[in-house]
């Protein structure tokens, strides 16, 4: 019996598609293929069953022209190369913490630029030979965003051996997967 209401509930709700405006039947919206990442929590896409149709049949009869490569000088220019840095940095921080580059900046400042741990800058170097910016500390049950640490204290906080700071570190921050372990 609780089944039957839950369903009915489901075709309940409604939601107004992004391409064409109208408010639709949850139904009426194809599920996601890309489940595990995004912005949508139901997992449902955000233009209806319709306007996927529409595109899908004017992108077959209009296929966009193909992309010309670029000049393989200017892939290698600074230029490029520091806007393609930019970019993948900031999609990173939005897909998986939910943090715009300016948010990223004031946590960053707000900590005086150090790890919220040791207290110490980031010393982690990439393959470029360029000291990477702090990492970005979840809880991983919850998703929340607890604060920015270096490398290293970041995959201790990982470990179950973690010092006397770390401890104090997730247990301000309540993070229940790690402080239950703890001795």
């Known amino acids: 019996m609780a089944e039957a209401i839950v369903s009915s509930n489901q075709t309940s709700s409604k939601r107004c598609c992004i391409k064409c405006g109208k408010e639709k039947l949850l139904t009426d919206f194809a599920l996601n293929q890309h489940q595990g990442r995004g912005y949508e929590p139901d997992r449902r896409r955000t233009s209806c069953k319709r306007c996927c149709a529409e595109y899908a049949r004017n992108y077959k009869r209009n296929p966009p022209t193909k992309r010309t490569k670029l000049p393989e000088e200017y892939r290698k220019s600074e230029e490029y190369l520091a806007k393609n840095r930019q970019w993948a940095r900031k999609?990173?921080?939005k897909t998986f913490y939910?943090?715009?580059?300016?948010?990223?900046?004031?946590?960053?400042?707000?900590?005086?630029?150090?790890?919220?741990?040791c207290g110490k800058s980031e010393t982690w170097?990439?393959?470029?030979?360029?000291?990477?910016?702090?990492?970005?500390?979840?809880?991983?049950a919850t998703g929340q965003v607890r604060a920015l640490l270096c490398a290293r204290c970041n995959r201790k906080c990982m470990q179950i051996e973690t010092s006397p700071a770390h401890v104090a570190y997730l247990k301000k921050h309540r993070s229940a997967i790690i402080v239950d372990l703890l001795p």
């Open 98 to 117: 939910h943090l715009t580059l300016e948010q990223y900046q004031a946590m960053s400042d707000a900590q005086g630029g150090v790890c919220a741990i």
């Open 91 to 93: 999609t990173k921080l």
């Open 125 to 140: 170097v990439n393959s470029s030979g360029k000291v990477c910016p702090l990492s970005v500390d979840h809880d991983h």
